[in-house]
């Protein structure tokens, strides 16, 4: 079993950054995939940013690009993402997510945002609230 944990979450001013780290088991060096996924009540949760863990490969939802930079640091089992030019629009619950099936290598070869439906492992969430 893989445990995940998420923090860094808050509320900030539209323009700041945050920070958000996700704290993983010692499984994290061997899953397929590392991800980053976003939810509004209401709506489908959403693939914010992968990375593969074999090359360190990495995708991003549109929105992001640019803005969000997803990272991890497998001596510490600690998986980012480094957020900056926040906008309301990005207020959400964060989840973190692993993978360990093949199938996430594909968007992330392509460079598509991850699929919700691909991973197996998922944090507890942590919100991130931006205001105007």
């Known amino acids: 079993q893989v445990h995940m944990a998420e923090s860094g979450g808050g509320s900030v001013q539209a323009g700041g950054s945050l920070r958000l780290s996700c704290q993983t088991s010692?499984?994290?060096?061997?899953?397929?995939?590392m991800a980053w996924f976003r939810q509004v009540p209401g709506k489908e949760r959403e693939g914010v940013a992968g990375i593969l863990n074999v090359d360190g490969a990495t995708t991003y939802y549109d929105s992001g690009k640019g803005r969000f930079t997803i990272a991890q640091d497998t001596a510490k089992n600690t998986l980012y993402l480094q957020m900056k030019s926040l906008r309301p629009e990005d207020t959400a619950v964060y989840y973190c997510?692993?993978?360990?099936?093949?199938?996430?290598?594909?968007?992330?070869?392509?460079?598509?945002?991850?699929?919700?439906?691909?991973?197996?492992?998922w944090g507890q969430g942590t919100k991130v609230t931006v205001s105007s």
């Open positions: 010692g499984d994290m060096a061997s899953s397929e995939c």
């Open positions: 997510a692993a993978s360990f099936h093949e199938r996430c290598r594909i968007s992330t070869r392509r460079r598509e945002p991850p699929h919700s439906v691909d991973f197996q492992y």
